[in-house]
């Protein structure tokens, strides 16, 4: 009986490595998405029934209207002139409080706008370092 | 005038680089690839700061009409019917982890008393750090 040796290849079938690899190119390129991962840090206070009693009149109040229009201590006010009405106070006094009241129609972009002009201010060398955003609950029970 | 006859070379495109490519791409692909816990579409408000946020986050949107979602970073987000379950969510959740920051995805249109009253939740539920996520603002 006559036996015939196969020969066999010792190269590594590579004709559909190709198709593999645009397979998962397409999977990666439709499953991706380039989320927004960045946003503007808010340390939130420890919640106490007995928070610290700060003199009304030692802070500054930046009121936001519904319409997103701005009011500081009670006087109209474009946002970019909010860092230089603060500059002399926060130079008197480095601690100065600094309240933003957004009203409660007031948009939400407002409120974030008015935040990261008074976080940027330390690049122009207003630093503003006691932001304070109390929620209803907290005006509600405290304001006065 | 002898003229030379005209070579003619074969219509072959060099696909030797292709596989080089193709893996380049499948690294950048996987490298950049991400899942995405919350698919909220919202117009995020934009600024000019923007920190990195911590991956693995808990996540809580808002969307324009002011339909609340809610996510512990490890699994897909899920509508809330009131700002009571985001209390008792981030309750769990900082029971879990005290440390884990929280990131507010909300529209930029959306009224802010929506937004206060999810951040009054979180701060009852003691979260020490919430992230206000936006897009980028020029200068």
Redesign the interface.
């Known amino acids: 009986m006559k036996f015939v040796k196969k020969s066999v290849s010792d190269e590594i079938p590579t004709s559909s490595m190709a198709d593999i690899a645009f397979l998962l190119i397409i999977y990666f390129m439709v499953t991706t998405t380039f989320a927004a991962t960045r946003g503007l840090d808010f340390a939130l206070p420890e919640e106490d029934d007995q928070p610290p009693v700060v003199e009304k009149e030692e802070a500054v109040l930046i009121q936001i209207q519904p319409g997103g229009d701005l009011l500081v201590d009670n006087k109209p006010m474009l946002i970019t002139d909010v860092l230089d009405y603060l500059k002399p106070k926060l130079e008197r006094n480095p601690k100065k409080p600094v309240i933003i009241r957004p009203d409660q129609a007031a948009p939400y972009g407002a409120m974030v706008r008015v935040y990261d002009e008074l976080r940027r201010g330390a690049k122009r060398g207003v630093e503003v370092k006691n932001i304070s955003i109390p929620t209803q609950r907290e005006i509600d029970r405290f304001w006065y | 005038m002898r003229v030379a006859a005209t070579r003619t070379s074969p219509a072959v495109i060099p ?1 030797a680089s ?2 080089d490519i ?2 380049l ?2 690294i950048f ?2 490298v ?3 899942i ?1 816990v919350d ?1 909220t579409q919202v117009t ?10 911590p991956k693995k986050a808990a996540y809580v949107s ?1 969307t324009n009409s002011g339909l609340i979602k809610v996510s512990d970073g490890e699994q897909m987000s899920a509508p809330v019917p009131n700002t009571d379950d985001v209390l008792s969510f981030a309750a769990e959740v900082i029971g879990r982890d005290p440390t884990k920051e929280f ?2 995805k ?12 999810v ?2 939740a ?3 539920a ?12 020029t200068e």
């Open positions: 696909t292709m596989a193709a893996f791409l499948i692909f996987m950049t690839f991400t995405e698919k995020l408000p934009r600024t000019v700061l923007r920190d990195e946020i808002i990131v507010l909300a529209d930029e249109n959306v009224r802010y008393e929506h937004v206060d009253a951040i009054d979180l701060k009852q003691r979260v020490k750090v919430i992230y206000l996520l936006s897009a980028q603002a």
